[in-house]
């Protein structure tokens, strides 16, 4: 059992690349923290530094009150599952996972009782005596976790380890991870670039963006009250939309029509100082649509607006649809996104941009016809378009307070 | 059926190649057999009857082929082990570390193996005979560590290259020192491609001639190449013709022991050290 503790932890490598800048976390004892974040962000190396498998150029690494910046991986009491497992094709399953042990020169009974008892957690007790060669890919994984169970370490550390498995198996083995790390309770570091598992698994999530940690918070604030643009657009499947918009005293221009703030809205954008005339960005999550015909009239007016369905997609509890709006938004950070999801180079019409609202399955709504949409304006985030800040977000408030 | 008749035309090929490259052995092998009188009678098999007097005259004759035989073992197994060991090293620096220089030593490794044997010999000849190595058995295992180490140091890096990264890493981090880990993880891994490395290197040592003909003047340090050519018959007119053939074979069996027995790891080494790396 320990906490980490980050502080002002920079990685830079010979050539002056920084892969991790200035990085401030603290990981409670027994927290399940999760850093995620598109590739090269940073997470794996930050994670690494961690292990003790790279040098901290700069700043303090803390575990269970040690400062660890030079202590050797054996002596920081971790373990780690890799991305690729790492096992020992030469050892059997009993030895990978005993092999630990076996340098720390525990007795051997003591070895195999271990062995053993990892082994049923595992449901590993059947392949023991296989070499890892002849084992499935999910065994393989439960075996990379077996060898770091036994060692009963204080920190777990898991460098994506469940991204080689194929779709199903993951969520199985999320699962797993889930139940493993509620049953043993130790501290867990777990780097991974899918935001689901990050919403899934995490007590705590840190999202990371170019070597800097952008928010850490729970899953919940994350999604609720993303930081930046950045953020908002990582987590939460299918991404939030992002729309130009404009701010005239208490009014917001949407492509969807003109809103009046909500009063707390209002006065949060007034009370950090961003009132009167300038173009924003508004985020939109899909949720936030309803189609106009399935709900009832007593529901608090959002905005309602009609417009031609592009495609319509069911997924059978849920209906997803997809429209155009006039006008588009340009920000370095939703580059990077669009980037990382490789929709950089997707052909877009120059000055549209798609929206994807998720309705209800009873909605009647079909591909191609017009439909009458509402907007909850109440869940309406605005972002600053050069610095990505979210000028909505309580974070914002309660960082100005 | 095209699928049977193809299965032919492959079983006849390779029974020919076999035949092509078996022929000369099993020639040698009859004339061993082969009576004095019989070994010219151009005949393949020794149809005048068998006799194993060549044999027991290479092992009790003027000849001390007994002595080449463990000169011939000896300096081979030293080679093989200081180049392997050297090699090993060298290699495993060459795979992991990035340093300045890297590809330099590689090529040079590489125009090492690439020069002429004859064409060192004779200078060689008279360094040793200055430096006091002429006719000893570190004047034969040294030119024989420097030719194998390039193969050597080849064959290992792209092995160790194949060992992936994360391997040591989950060692250093399941508490292994870095020898430990060397000695637990990467060394066993590397087995099949030290074998492979190893066996290179022996058969090399094993085979040469020119640098032990060149290097020994007495029986001190001749090798069993070298010390079949002072082979010398009955008279000045006779050559001893059994003999020699029945101690080629003699010299045949260790390798072919060898290979025997780590076969399966040379060709899991040979095609794993092809594919990547």
Redesign the interface.
Known sequence: MAEIALQHVTKRYPDGFEAVKDMDLDIRDGEFMILVGPSGCGKSTALRMIAGLEDISEGELIIGGDVVNDKAPKDRDIAMVFQNYALYPHMTVRENMGFALKLAKVDKAEIDRKVEEASKILDLDQHLDRKPANLSGGQRQRVAMGRAIVRDPSVFLMDEPLSNLDAKLRVQMRTEVSRIQERLGTTMVYVTHDQTEAMTLGDRVAVMRGGVLQQVDTPKELYDNPKNLFVAGFIGSPAMNFVPARIEGSRVSLPFGEVELPDELRRRIESAGHGGGREVIAGVRPEHFESADVLDHETPAGLRFRTKIDVLESMGSELYVYFRVEGQTSSDQLAELAEDAGMADLPGSEDASQVVARLAPEANVRQGGEAELVLDTSKIQLFEPQTGQNLTARVAEAAAR | MSAGRERLVWTVGLFFVLAFALIPVLWLLSLSLKQTPDLTDNAFLPLGGITFDNYSQIFSGDIPFPKYLVTSIGIALIATLISITLGAMCAYALARLDFPGKRIILAVALAIAMFPPISVVGPLFDMWRNIGLFDTWQGLVIPYMTFTLPLAIYTLSAFFREI?W??E?????????PF?AFR??IV??AAPGTFTAAILVFIFAWNDFIFAITLTSTDNARTVPAGLSFFSGGSQFETPVGAIAAASVVVTIPIIIMVLIFQRRIVAGLTSGAVKG
Do not use: F, M, R
């Open positions: 992936p994360e391997l890493q989950a060692a250093q981090i399941d508490g292994a020192t430990q637990q993880v066993p891994l």
